[in-house]
C-alpha cells in the first residue's frame, strides 16, 4: 500500500560516469538511464543486468521514452537527435530509426496516452510532435522565445503542454496545432541583472489524477544563479480555469531545484529536488502550502520516473548510480 512516509531505497545500481535521465519501461522490467556518454543503458529490474546501447547519439542522452507496448524506447541528445532502439535486446544492436529533431539539447518528450504521437522540447524553443511508429513530423507548436525546458500530453490526448526557461506554460491544441492559453509560471523564472543570466525555468510539470489540477515545478529566490543559491518551488493551477492556487515551497533546501514532477494514485504530487543540498523526493499535498514530506536519497539527483505499479520510483544520480526507492513499508 501506498505510504510515502514509508519511503526507503531497495536496490541501486552503478554506471562508469555521472547519470542526467531515467525512465521505466511500461511492463515494468527494466529502467533506462542516459549518462555523460554517448550511450542508452539499460537495467533489469530482476537482478540489475546493465546493456549499454551506442552509435546512435554524439553527446550525453537527456530524455528516454519508451513505446506503449514495451517494445522500443526512445532516446533524445544534446546533438538534437531522436533514436529508436530495440528496448528488450539480448545484445547491443543499431538504433533502429534516428532522425534530426531539433538544434540543440533535445531536452523533454512524452507519448500521448495511445502511444501514437511523441512530442519533444529544446534549446532550439521549438516543440514538435513526430508518428511514433516511423518518426514522420506531424506538427510544429511555435510560440516559445527561449529554450523549452519540458512537455507533456494531457492525460485526455486533445492537448500538449510545454514550459520554457521564462516560466511562459502554454496549452496547445494538437488537431490545430494553435495556442489554446498560458498559465502564468514566471515566479519559476528570475533574471539576474549582476551576473546578466535568465535562470530557472519550468522544470517539470504533470496533470492530477482527477483532472482537476496542474503542477509545475522549478526554483525561486535565486540570489545567486551561478552559485547555485536558490530554492525548490512548485506551483499549483486548477486546471478549469489556469488560476493559481498555491505557490508550494521547500523551505531550507538552498541549493535545491525541482527536475521532474509527477502524481502519485492518491493524488499527491511527488518532485525529485537535486543540488548542493544533494537529492530528495519532495511531495505537495493539494492543500499544503509547504512540502507534506521529504524523503532524503543518497546523492544528488537530476531525474525521476513513477514505476507502473505506482510505488516504486526510479532517480538517476550525479555519483553514477540509479536507484530505487519504494514508497511503501517492506
Known amino acids: 500500500m501506498l505510504d510515502i512516509k514509508q519511503a526507503h531505497v531497495t536496490q541501486q545500481w552503478a554506471h562508469e560516469r555521472p547519470l542526467t535521465c531515467c525512465r521505466f519501461d511500461p511492463q515494468g522490467r527494466f529502467v533506462f538511464c542516459g549518462a555523460q ?15 549499454s546501447f551506442p552509435g546512435g547519439h554524439e553527446s550525453w542522452v537527456m530524455s528516454i521514452a519508451c513505446t506503449r507496448d514495451g517494445a522500443q524506447v526512445i532516446s533524445g541528445g544534446g546533438d ?40 519533444t522540447g529544446g534549446n532550439d524553443a521549438k516543440v514538435r510532435l513526430w508518428n511514433t511508429a516511423d518518426g514522420a513530423p506531424v506538427q510544429e507548436f511555435s510560440g516559445h522565445e527561449r529554450d523549452v525546458y519540458t512537455v507533456l500530453f494531457h492525460p485526455g490526448g486533445q492537448f500538449v503542454l510545454s514550459g520554457d526557461l521564462m516560466g511562459k506554460l502554454k496549452q496547445w491544441d494538437i488537431a490545430s ?3 489554446v492559453r498560458e498559465f502564468d509560471a514566471s515566479t519559476l523564472h528570475e533574471y539576474n541583472g549582476g551576473q546578466q543570466v535568465d535562470f530557472g525555468g ?53 541549493q535545491g531545484v525541482v527536475w521532474r514532477m509527477q502524481y502519485l494514485s492518491d493524488g499527491t504530487a511527488m518532485a525529485v529536488s537535486g543540488g548542493g543540498n544533494g537529492g530528495l523526493l519532495l511531495f505537495f499535498g493539494a492543500d499544503s502550502d509547504k512540502d507534506v514530506h ?3 536519497l543518497p546523492n544528488l539527483a537530476r531525474d525521476m520516473d513513477l514505476h507502473p505499479d505506482g510505488l516504486q520510483v526510479a532517480t538517476a544520480h550525479y555519483d ?4 530505487i526507492t519504494r514508497l511503501a513499508a517492506g
Open 177 to 179: 496545432g494553435q495556442l
Open 37 to 51: 556518454d554517448e550511450a542508452l543503458h539499460r537495467f533489469a529490474l530482476s537482478d540489475g543486468a546493465k546493456l
Open 202 to 254: 519550468i522544470r517539470g510539470i504533470a496533470v492530477s489524477p482527477d483532472g482537476q489540477y496542474l503542477t509545475a515545478g522549478g526554483l525561486h529566490k535565486a540570489s545567486n544563479p551561478l552559485g547555485a543559491v536558490h530554492e525548490p518551488l512548485a506551483l499549483l493551477f486548477k486546471w478549469e480555469t489556469a488560476e493559481l492556487l498555491k505557490s508550494q515551497i521547500a523551505e531550507g533546501i538552498t
Open 80 to 119: 538534437g537527435r531522436l533514436v529508436w532502439w530495440d528496448a528488450a535486446a539480448a545484445a547491443a544492436t543499431p538504433p533502429v530509426r534516428t532522425i534530426s529533431a531539433h538544434h540543440g539539447w533535445i531536452r523533454s518528450m512524452d507519448l500521448s496516452p495511445d502511444g501514437a504521437l511523441l512530442v
Open 294 to 296: 521529504r524523503f532524503a
Open 320 to 323: 553514477r548510480h540509479i536507484r
